[in-house]
């Protein structure tokens, strides 16, 4: 009897960021990660130029929030941040200053 294969392990940014697109190919999660990542820019910034250190709790609750209500909500998976933190985040501003850019839209391409 066979062996299930195991999941991917990823070891590169590079080798990660397409697999995290394939998990963001829904637009309001796609909206909700970029809203979310631009908030907590906005409260960073704002309680750092303020001196207002506490703000920053807010920060993984903003990011986390708006898009972990994505993942479960409008993308129905499981977020990567759990395996891949690191990537994820990453992975994250990414999309963000990309959707800036016009490297990527809201509306996911499919490829």
Not at 7 to 36: A, I, W
């Amino acid at each position: 009897m066979s062996q299930p294969a195991s999941p991917k392990r990823y070891t590169s940014f590079k080798e990660f960021y397409p697999h995290y697109l394939s998990e963001h190919q829904n637009t309001t999660s796609r909206v909700l990660h970029f809203t979310g990542t631009g908030l907590l820019i906005l409260v960073a910034v704002v309680a750092i130029a303020l001196g207002n250190y506490l703000w920053l709790l807010l920060v993984p609750v903003i990011g986390y929030g708006f898009a972990w209500v994505g993942h479960f909500f409008f993308e129905r998976n499981k977020p990567a941040t759990f395996k891949y933190p690191f990537y994820s985040l990453a992975s994250d501003f990414k999309l963000f200053f990309d959707i800036l850019r016009g490297r990527q839209g809201f509306k996911a391409s499919r490829r």
